[in-house]
Structures are given as structure tokens and as C-alpha cells.
């Protein structure tokens, strides 16, 4: 409902005072709409691109992480130092963790990204059917405007024609009356 009052409201402002169920305003509406989600889910792809870079350089870090440790580790048992052996260790299994996190953020993140491409392209195919439809629909307001016109300019020459007929054709009747008339008193003088 508040979706609907919205468009409703975008619409009349960006029509002015033409009727709002309109559909021709309609559909610039749904436009306008459709390209704000565009632009919208192009940003979130943007996003989800620079999280899979930032994710991605996380990752390698950690990998270099977890075999430095690993390295560190060798060399604490090497010099016979358990506890430091230890705490290497554990730093290990932190980052390994960390890294385990960073591969299914990543995962998760790649599938978003899919899903917001396959919207996108959805988005564009859909916006370009509005675009389609809304020259559909001028063409055929255009059409209609033009046959109004053509039917409006044909009833004027109807009308036109008819008054000049009337015009036309009362005239020599009257004037074939005034010649009976005076033929017919020529008679009757002829007959006196």
C-alpha cells in the first residue's frame, strides 16, 4: 500500500497536473523505478566485488600465516622449547580457524554476488520491456491522436460540403420559383 502511494506521488510530481492512473505515467514511473533498482543492485555488486578482493587477500595472508606459524612451531621444538612450541600452536589453529571463516564468508559471498548479477540481469531485461512498452504505448496514443485529428477534419469538410450544398442546391430552387412565377403571370397576361 505505501509502495503504491509512493509511485502514485512520484508520479504526479513528475507529470504535474496530468491524471495519475495514466498509464503512460504509469509506466515512466515503473521506469524510473525499475532503473533505481538497477543502480541500486549495481552498487551491491560493487560491494559484493570488493568483499570478494578484500576476502580473497585476507585468505592469502592467513595461508602465509598458518604455514609461517607452522614454521615457527619446527623451530621452537627444534630448540627444545615446548611451551613456546605451544603458544605458536595455538596462534596456528586461531588463524587456521580465521581462515576456515574467511573461505566461507567467501563462498556465501560468491553465491550473493551470482544472485545479484542473475537480478541485475533480470532488472535490465525487465527495463528494457517497460522501455519497449512505453513506445508502444506513445505510438499508440500517437495513432489515437492522429485518427481523432483525421476524424475531426473529416467531419469539418462533411459539414462544410453540406452547408454549401444547402447553400447551393436551396439557391437555383428558389431562383427556378421566381422563374415559374413569372412565366406563369406571363400566361396569364397572354391570356387576358
Known amino acids: 500500500m ?3 502511494m509512493t509511485k502514485l506521488i512520484k508520479a504526479y510530481v513528475y507529470e504535474g497536473l496530468e491524471r495519475i ?4 505515467i504509469m509506466v515512466k ?3 524510473r523505478d525499475v532503473k533505481e533498482e538497477i543502480e541500486k543492485c549495481e552498487m551491491k555488486i560493487q560491494k559484493h566485488t570488493q568483499l570478494t578482493q578484500s576476502l580473497e587477500l585476507n585468505l592469502k595472508q592467513a595461508k602465509e600465516l598458518v ?3 607452522e614454521e615457527q612451531a619446527q623451530i621452537a621444538v627444534k630448540a627444545e622449547n615446548d611451551e613456546l612450541a605451544r603458544k605458536i600452536l595455538r596462534s596456528k589453529k586461531e ?3 580465521q581462515m576456515n571463516q574467511y573461505e566461507k564468508l567467501m563462498v556465501e559471498n560468491k553465491e550473493q554476488l551470482k544472485q545479484k548479477r542473475e537480478q541485475l540481469e533480470q532488472l535490465k531485461l525487465k527495463y528494457h520491456q ?15 491522436w492522429a485518427k481523432q485529428h483525421l476524424n475531426t477534419e473529416k467531419k469539418k469538410e462533411e459539414n462544410t ?8 442546391v436551396t439557391e437555383p430552387t428558389w431562383e427556378n420559383e421566381n422563374e415559374i412565377e413569372m412565366e406563369l403571370n406571363k400566361l396569364k397576361e397572354n391570356l387576358e
Do not use: C, G
Request: hydrophobic fraction near 40%; aromatic fraction near 10%; glycine fraction near 0%.
Open 2 to 4: 505505501i509502495t503504491r
Open 21 to 24: 492512473e495514466d498509464p503512460a
Open 29 to 31: 514511473q515503473y521506469i
Open 67 to 69: 604455514s609461517k606459524r
Open 95 to 97: 588463524v587456521w580457524e
Open 130 to 144: 517497460l522501455k519497449e512498452r512505453n513506445t508502444e504505448l506513445v505510438l499508440r496514443v500517437r495513432a489515437a
Open 161 to 168: 460540403i453540406f452547408e454549401w450544398m444547402e447553400e447551393h
